[in-house]
């Protein structure tokens, strides 16, 4: 399965290499690169939980073909152990005016099983300015899921925004090794107001979040004695550099 993995993260890169191609040979372009954490935080759970968490991305390119790197995770700081840990090295271009098309590898190192992923993916705005990000990935057992991000920036004056989230995990065939059923498996849902310090480079912010587990996610999680779902105060900064 793990040949799987690779030939699929191939299929993209190769696929967004060949659409970039004939615009690196025309003309010269100048290279971009940056560093923004959409999402840095401390999380005060309903139990008392304390968690930081982080998502955020490095890049390097031009308008035509980016490299990213992706990471996020969650840091139980009670019992020192990470939750959740995702990085993914992703080629990324442009396939519409308002989409770019993605493809590459997925590291998932949490405190247990580790587990690689090749991954395909369309990332932009949608019609009413929402930010979309969908992923399909397929492991190195050859299981598929997929994954749908969006968030809305809602200006509430030029510096305050409220800006709503949502990110739905499905998996099309169970994990368990991994705690992870097949259907509908876990949602985030969350609403942060920020406020823009410095031209939007440093935004600090405060917010709630809901997770669940759903379905065969959530009955493998009541085997193991954990829950299946919590609430979150959240308060952090965005930086964009």
């Excluded at 090749?118 to 705005?125: I, P, R």
Aim: aromatic share 12%.
């Amino acid at each position: 399965m793990r040949i799987l993995l690779i030939a699929f993260a191939w299929l993209g890169v190769v696929a967004i290499f060949t659409h970039t191609t004939s615009a690196w040979a025309q003309e010269k372009h100048m290279v971009f690169y940056g560093l923004q954490l959409e999402e840095l935080e401390y999380r005060q759970g309903d139990e008392n939980e304390d968690l930081i968490a982080w998502n955020g991305d490095a890049f390097i390119g031009t308008d035509e073909i980016k490299l990213r790197w992706l990471s996020e995770g969650e840091y139980d700081q009670d019992a020192e152990v990470f939750e959740t840990l995702e990085n993914r090295l992703l080629l990324q271009a442009p396939i519409s005016t308002f989409f770019d098309a993605k493809g590459g590898i997925r590291l998932d190192a949490p405190n247990g099983t580790d587990r690689w992923y090749g991954v395909l993916g369309v990332t932009g705005l949608a019609p009413q300015w929402f930010e979309i990000d969908a992923d399909l990935f397929v492991s190195e057992n050859g299981d598929l899921s997929a994954r749908l991000d969006a968030e809305y920036e809602l200006l509430l004056t030029n510096r305050l925004i409220l800006t709503p989230s949502a990110d739905i995990n499905v998996a099309f065939s169970d994990d368990r090794e991994i705690g992870i059923g097949s259907g509908v498996s876990s949602v985030e849902a969350g609403l942060r107001l920020s406020y823009d310090l410095i031209d939007r480079a440093i935004s600090p912010y405060a917010g709630i979040v809901y997770e669940r587990k759903l379905g065969n996610t959530a009955d493998f999680a009541r085997d193991e004695g954990e829950d299946t779902e919590g609430w979150w105060f959240v308060i952090g900064t965005r930086l964009r550099f």
